[in-house]
């Protein structure tokens, strides 16, 4: 007699795939004891798909989410939610990096620019923040494209970062304040080091020149000083083939 797991592993077309039933078994047994303090509130459908889902994960095997909702008999938002929770209590959460984001969504030209922006979030945000949120790094990538004039998709950025619309506008508007502030006062201040850097390159012009006029001097005088001995002593020897 087949299991409830075992008949939903078939019907989300995972039957055939090695070690997913075992995996799946395995994390629904380890959910069960480390979610024993923390009440699920989920009906088994949704939590055996949810265990397979993220078996599929870890053993990077293709899975269809929309089967998925279907058979979990959960919202799309509920279902993702649940997820997130799961992977906490599994302790299998990776939290996304711009890097991971921008590989995701094609991005990689903005990787750079994002990460100076994350930096400069990391060194004026408030104590209390949390930094290495994924919610920090979506914001960054967000605001990279926008500098940059590339289109990004905010639905698709969004789910990086675990949170909800309303949060999502309010971290969207807190990074605004701060590149206005700050990435302004960092133009200026690169600016203010080329300038400088200008400024020594064009001092150095001078003394090289210069050094390259006082070489100059030096060797005429040389050129002088041997015509004259030169001319000293053919004068010289002149006097002595007179006398």
């Not at 919610?135 to 949170?163: G, T």
């Not at 000293?232 to 002595?240: D, P, Q, R, S, T």
């Amino acid at each position: 007699m087949t299991t409830l797991v075992e008949q939903l592993i078939s019907k989300m077309g995972l039957g055939e795939e090695p070690n997913v039933l075992e995996k799946t078994t395995e994390l629904l047994r380890l959910l069960e004891l480390r979610s024993t303090n923390v009440p699920l509130q989920i009906n088994e459908y949704g939590k055996i798909v949810l265990c397979a889902d993220i078996a599929c994960s870890v053993l990077d095997i293709g899975f269809d989410k929309e089967q998925a909702l279907k058979l979990s008999a959960l919202r799309k938002t509920h279902y993702a939610n649940n997820k997130r929770m799961f992977e906490k209590l599994l302790e299998l959460n990776k939290l996304a990096s711009i890097k991971d984001i921008c590989v995701q969504l094609s991005l990689n030209e903005v990787a750079h620019k994002a990460e100076d922006i994350l930096a400069m979030f990391k060194k004026f945000a408030r104590d209390d923040a949390d930094p290495d949120h994924p919610q920090y790094a979506a914001m960054a990538v967000f605001h990279a494209c926008r500098l940059l004039k590339k289109k990004v998709s905010k639905p698709k950025l969004m789910p990086f970062s675990n949170l909800r619309p309303t949060q999502w506008q309010q971290l969207e508007q807190q990074f605004e304040r701060l590149i206005a502030k700050h990435l302004k006062d960092l133009n200026v201040t690169t600016a203010g080091v080329k300038n400088k850097f200008t400024q020594q390159e064009e001092q150095n012009g001078l003394s090289k020149k210069q050094k390259s006029s006082e070489k100059t001097e030096i060797e005429e005088y040389e050129k002088w000083k041997s015509r004259m001995l030169a001319t000293a002593e053919a004068k010289l020897k002149e006097l002595e083939n007179i006398a």
